[in-house]
């Protein structure tokens, strides 16, 4: 029986090279594997791109209200299902990924972010680490060399922890940071919760 898979990472771990260079796997040897991604995400409109420049055009564009049944019965017989920026679907995509590996037999491998910039799960995301059967972390690297598992937002160069989940074609930009470098660039300095709770710390030195 097929399965769900879920590789999920902070930004910048080669997610979306990975979904181009998997679809290409099946693609070249004539198998139908089709890439999906959820429309919240404008980066590239019609396409998937990755940071290093490969593209391609995506399959499916799902809007957060679409069934993905419809796009399977156009589509017949399928190989396999890519979904890149899977954080982005909702919880009954999710539940439909579910039920298209296991009673049509078709793998689905989901690439996807953990967490926003205040490290809450994605909507998608948490439904897939309750639906997977198999979930990786793929990492990504944090400018101190550690790995990283944060996404930190930054607007005009400058960390913030306000804001909205998505704000996607805003002017803004995201770093993957180390649990450390987030609590020093980004909790601390922004985090009224965190400040009380710094103080506390200090206070047991
Ligand atoms: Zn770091």
């Not at 990472?9 to 997610?15: E, I, V, W």
């Not at 995400?41 to 564009?61: M, N």
């Not at 926003?116 to 990492?139: I, K, P, W, Y």
């Not at 990504?140 to 804001?163: D, P, Q, T």
Request: net charge positive; charged share 30%.
């Amino acid at each position: 029986m097929a399965k769900l898979y879920f590789n999920y990472s902070a930004m910048s771990a080669g997610k979306t090279i990975d979904v181009i260079t998997t679809a290409y796997k099946y693609n070249s040897k004539g198998m139908k594997a089709l890439v999906m991604k959820p429309s919240i995400d404008t980066k590239g409109a019609k396409s998937v791109v990755s940071r290093i420049g490969l593209e391609r055009e995506v399959d499916i564009l799902l809007k957060p209200e679409e069934s993905l049944f419809d796009y399977i019965k156009k589509y017949g017989e399928i190989t396999c299902l890519i979904v890149d920026e899977a954080q982005f679907l909702t919880e009954k995509q999710v539940c439909e990924l579910f039920v298209i590996a296991k009673k049509l037999d078709i793998p689905i491998i989901c690439f996807g972010l953990k967490g926003d910039f205040q490290s809450n799960l994605f909507q998608g995301s948490e439904a897939l680490f309750r639906f997977a059967d198999t979930v990786e972390e793929m990492v990504s690297i944090c400018s101190c060399g550690k790995k990283a598992r944060f996404n930190a937002r930054k607007v005009n160069g400058e960390y913030v922890f306000e804001g909205k989940q998505v704000e996607i074609g805003a002017d803004d930009s995201y770093d993957p940071l180390c649990g450390k470098c987030y609590l020093e660039k980004v909790l601390l300095p922004y985090s009224v919760d965190f400040q009380k709770i710094y103080k506390k710390v200090r206070g047991l030195n």
